[in-house]
């Protein structure tokens, strides 16, 4: 009997992985797909006929930063326009040439899209991001909530992304402030393994520094996990980032 529970917990175990798996493939195509018809018709309007945009790098990833190939008659100054409109589409990152010349995102007004916090914070009102006892290994029901996240975020690609630890009291605070760290990294990594790029997000810890407010300093509920969509981030074009002749 042990050794079938065993082997069902196995199964079970195995079936969540590829689930999951499955899913941020299916996400990851689904954006390749979005982006690269978009891109397209970016293309076709800054005039680069036979200018194609590939979401995917030599290994075969999806990644936000394409790599525009074709359109070798164009002059410099459509290939500036053609990289400038794709670099320009929601969600995309640098966007660079074949030959190896580049150009960074636009530095058009950005926005802050509060929807997404609210989402985010809809989803913690009434469920917690939990670990196991002293450590940061998630529990499997916050594995499936960070899921839920992720997807609330989807949207504001693009944004950075706080992730914050919090502990209680209980314990030094310097092993408070480990600890906070090491629980906001173990989500931040789980949310890159849901499709969100590791660049919009960053993880802190601050230990017990922040009680949630009415809360004692050692009451439990102060284990938490907080999420901050803060801005976007446009990137500064430097000469390296410039499309320049080939």
Known sequence: MHI????????GAVLVAGIG??????????????????????IADAGGKGVEARFVNSAGAVVRHPTLAGGEGLDEGTRANVAQAVSELPGVGGVFWSDG???????????TPMHCQEEV???LRTRTIRFEEGSAALTRGSRILIGEVAEALRPCLGSIIAVTGHTDESGTEATNLL???????????ALVARGIPRTGLRAEGVGSADPVEGLGPT?????RIEFSVIRTEPVTPTPIDTPGAR
């Open 179 to 189: 600890l906070s760290r090491e629980r906001a990294i173990a989500v931040r990594e």
């Open 101 to 111: 010349s580049a150009v960074a995102q636009s530095d058009a007004p950005t926005y």
């Open 121 to 123: 914070e809809g989803l």
């Open 21 to 42: 798996y499955i899913g941020s493939e299916s996400y990851a195509n689904e954006f390749a797909a979005e982006k690269s018809k978009l891109a397209a018709a970016a």
């Open 219 to 223: 009451d439990p509920a102060n284990r």
């Open 4 to 11: 079938r529970s065993f082997l069902a917990i196995l199964s």
